[in-house]
């Protein structure tokens, strides 16, 4: 009897010793304050929680939100790529130009603004696997020659449709209620979450994230995994900058030179979301929502522009900050 009374108090001993509440801290801490902000947001600010505001909000991070997902791919590897917001620019120039300047329809300047972005991603790429340049010297290399050639395609000056009423409607057009860019975003989340989780390639781009000799060793084509991922990520920049461009109808050289920052915020502070400091989709699409909602409150507030970048910035150190120190906590 004796015996039996010790094996469970051992056992009772021992779930309390696995409850810690800083490993809890680490994984749902960032969502815990997305919920206390739409809580305080919507006590606070009555425009806030409305239907048409919450469709607004998705609708205005679903562009971000493409880019952001595309660099979480290249973040899983170990890499980085600092070209995303300017190729996102160049993206929305090329499609507009091509339709304007020459006359193309719209799915043939779609297919070649891609196949223009996905040959940028293979320059960061191979820069980077093949010729053994860092990432961050590479992908800061290519942005500022993009950067360069969109202002010597547009000479600095936004390109406008004569007519944009076609291109508008693929941005402004709703199914189901809700905005195209919408189910854009979805779809594109569910694709790379499937790729990243499913499939060999993701499997293959988390091992070289992890470990790229033990990868090599085990037989991974380590230099293809990254080639590959950085293609992924300009191909999200390439749709990306084609429906911000439809948004106005016309290219503008910077249009999308800040998505770069907020989707570093969103890829570091989705880290610390369920996983150990591991990039994944559904974490960078709850960072993306978090930036999103506060950016929303911000407007509505009638706050500084000036607060979003405090924003980012704070979000990004203490979303990752936070979940460092659960985790070393956890492990002490």
């Given at each position: 009897m004796t015996t039996v009374?010790?094996?469970?108090?051992?056992?009772?001993?021992?779930?309390?010793?696995?409850?810690?509440?800083?490993?809890?801290?680490?994984?749902?801490?960032?969502?815990?304050?997305?919920?206390?902000?739409?809580?305080?947001?919507?006590?606070?600010?009555?425009?806030?929680?409305?239907?048409?505001?919450?469709?607004?909000i998705l609708d205005q991070i679903a562009l971000p939100a493409v880019v952001a997902m595309g660099l979480t791919i290249v973040l899983s590897?170990?890499?980085?790529?600092?070209?995303?917001?300017?190729?996102?620019?160049?993206?929305?120039?090329?499609?507009?130009g091509l339709m304007q300047n020459q006359g193309w329809p719209i799915p043939l300047a779609l297919a070649a603004t891609i196949l223009a972005?996905?040959?940028?991603?293979?320059?960061?790429?191979?820069?980077?696997?093949?010729?053994?340049?860092?990432?961050?010297?590479?992908?800061?290399?290519?942005?500022?020659?993009?950067?360069?050639?969109?202002?010597?395609?547009?000479?600095?000056?936004?390109?406008?449709?004569?007519?944009?009423?076609?291109?508008?409607?693929?941005?402004?057009?709703?199914?189901?209620?809700?905005?195209?860019?919408?189910?854009?975003?979805l779809g594109v989340a569910v694709v790379l979450w499937v790729?990243?989780?499913?499939?060999?390639?993701?499997?293959?781009?988390?091992?070289?994230?992890g470990n790229a000799e033990a990868a090599r060793l085990s037989g991974i084509p380590v230099k293809r995994?990254?080639?590959?991922?950085?293609?992924?990520?300009?191909?999200?920049?390439?749709?990306?900058?084609?429906?911000?461009?439809s948004r106005t109808g016309g290219g503008s050289t910077n249009a999308g030179d800040g998505f770069l920052l907020s989707a570093f915020a969103a890829a570091f502070f989705g880290s610390a979301v369920l996983r150990d400091g591991k990039f994944h989709i559904v974490g960078t699409l709850i960072g993306v929502?978090?930036?999103g909602v506060a950016f929303n409150a911000m407007a509505i507030a009638g706050s500084d522009t000036s607060l979003q970048y405090l924003f980012q910035g704070a979000l990004?150190?203490?979303?990752?900050?936070?979940?460092?120190?659960?985790?070393?906590?956890?492990?002490?």
């Open positions: 009374h010790n094996k469970t108090l051992s056992e009772k001993s021992h779930k309390r010793r696995d409850f810690d509440p800083w490993s809890l801290i680490a994984r749902y801490g960032a969502i815990a304050l997305l919920i206390a902000m739409i809580v305080v947001f919507a006590t606070t600010l009555p425009a806030f929680a409305t239907f048409g505001n919450a469709v607004n590897t170990g890499e980085f790529d600092l070209s995303v917001g300017y190729q996102t620019s160049l993206a929305g120039v090329i499609c507009v972005m996905a040959a940028i991603g293979a320059v960061n790429g191979l820069l980077v696997a093949y010729f053994g340049i860092p990432s961050l010297v590479a992908t800061l290399g290519v942005g500022t020659v993009v950067v360069g050639l969109n202002f010597a395609y547009t000479k600095g000056v936004p390109i406008s449709l004569s007519d944009p009423t076609a291109f508008v409607n693929l941005s402004l057009g709703r199914l189901l209620g809700l905005p195209l860019p919408v189910f854009l975003m790729m990243l989780n499913r499939t060999s390639v993701g499997l293959s781009a988390q091992a070289v994230g995994v990254r080639l590959l991922v950085f293609i992924i990520a300009s191909l999200c920049c390439a749709v990306a900058g084609f429906f911000l461009a929502l978090t930036v990004l150190i203490v979303g990752v900050g936070v979940g460092v120190l659960a985790r070393r906590r956890s492990l002490a």
